[in-house]
C-alpha cells in the first residue's frame, strides 16, 4: 500500500510569505501528526489532527496552523514566515488517536522548507 | 514527566561488529517504547516497538531492543553493523500522561567505518 505522501519535497520562500504544506496519510489512518525538525532543536510537536479535529497541539505561535479533510488528508499553514522556519516538516500518519497510539508512526519523507 | 534520553550523540563503529544505542526513559504510566531510524533527508522509519508484551522486542534490518523496566531502559542493539546502518536514531517514549504524548530523543548518530 502507498506510504505517506507530503508535497511538495522542497520549497524555497522569503520572509513574510505564508505556505501550505500538504499530506496525504497511509489509506485507512485517521490520525495524521505534524513535527518541524531542526538541527538545533531537534523533533518538535507541532499538532495532531484526527476524524478532522485538533486533538493535540504543540508549544509554537499562532502562525503555523492545520487542517485536515474528510479523506483524512491533511494540511498545515504557516503564515508571515520567519528565517527560523526553515527545517524538515515532516507528516506522520497512524490507525489510533493520540499521538502515535501504540501503533507507532508512519512518517513522510518530509517537506524541506527554506525561508530567505 | 514523560523524558527519554539517547546517552549518546554520536556513536562510530566498524563494520561487522556489534552496535548498541542507548535509551532511558521516564513514564509515570506503562508506556510504550519505540525506536526509528532517519537516513538523510529522509523520514523517519520504525525500527520495532515495545508495547508491554515480551521485553525483547526484534525489529527491521537485524536489529533488537530489551525493554528493562527496573533500570528504565530501552537500549537498541545489533550483532554486526553494516554500512547501510549508518543514519540518526531516535528513542520514543508514548504513554497515557496528560493525554497521550509521545515525547522523541534527541538521536544518535551513527557511523559506520570500513
Known amino acids: 500500500k502507498a506510504g505517506v505522501t507530503q508535497t511538495p519535497r522542497y520549497l524555497i520562500k522569503t520572509r513574510g510569505q505564508q505556505v501550505t504544506l500538504s499530506c496525504s496519510p497511509i489509506?485507512?489512518?485517521?490520525?495524521v501528526s505534524w513535527y518541524q525538525q531542526t538541527p538545533g532543536q531537534g523533533l518538535q510537536f507541532l499538532f495532531e489532527?484526527?476524524?478532522?479535529?485538533?486533538?493535540n497541539k504543540g508549544n509554537f505561535p499562532g502562525r503555523f496552523s492545520g487542517r485536515q479533510f474528510s479523506n483524512s488528508r491533511s494540511e498545515m499553514n504557516v503564515s508571515t514566515l520567519e528565517l527560523g522556519d526553515s527545517a524538515l516538516y515532516l507528516c506522520?500518519?497512524?490507525?489510533?488517536?493520540?499521538?502515535?497510539?501504540?501503533?507507532?508512526?508512519?512518517f513522510g519523507s518530509g517537506t524541506r522548507l527554506t525561508v530567505v | 514527566a514523560q523524558s527519554v534520553t539517547q546517552l549518546d550523540s554520536h556513536v562510530s563503529v566498524s563494520e561487522g561488529t556489534p552496535v548498541l544505542l542507548r535509551c532511558n526513559y521516564s513514564s509515570s504510566y506503562s508506556p510504550s517504547l519505540f525506536w526509528y531510524v532517519q537516513h538523510p533527508n529522509k523520514g523517519l522509519q520504525l525500527l520495532l516497538k515495545y508495547t508491554s508484551a515480551a521485553t525483547l522486542v526484534k525489529g527491521i534490518n537485524g536489529f533488537e531492543a530489551e525493554f528493562k523496566k527496573s533500570e528504565t531502559s530501552f537500549h537498541l542493539t545489533k550483532p554486526s553493523a553494516h554500512m547501510s546502518d549508518a543514519a540518526e536514531y531516535f528513542c520514543?517514549?508514548?504513554?497515557?500522561?496528560?493525554?497521550?504524548?509521545?515525547?522523541f530523543g534527541a538521536g544518535t548518530r551513527l557511523f559506520v567505518k570500513a
Open positions: 489532527y484526527f476524524s478532522e479535529t485538533q486533538r
Open positions: 520514543v517514549v508514548s504513554d497515557l500522561a496528560g493525554g497521550f504524548k509521545t515525547i
Open positions: 489509506s485507512g489512518h485517521r490520525s
Open positions: 506522520a500518519s497512524s490507525l489510533e488517536a493520540g499521538q502515535s497510539g501504540y501503533g507507532g508512526y508512519t
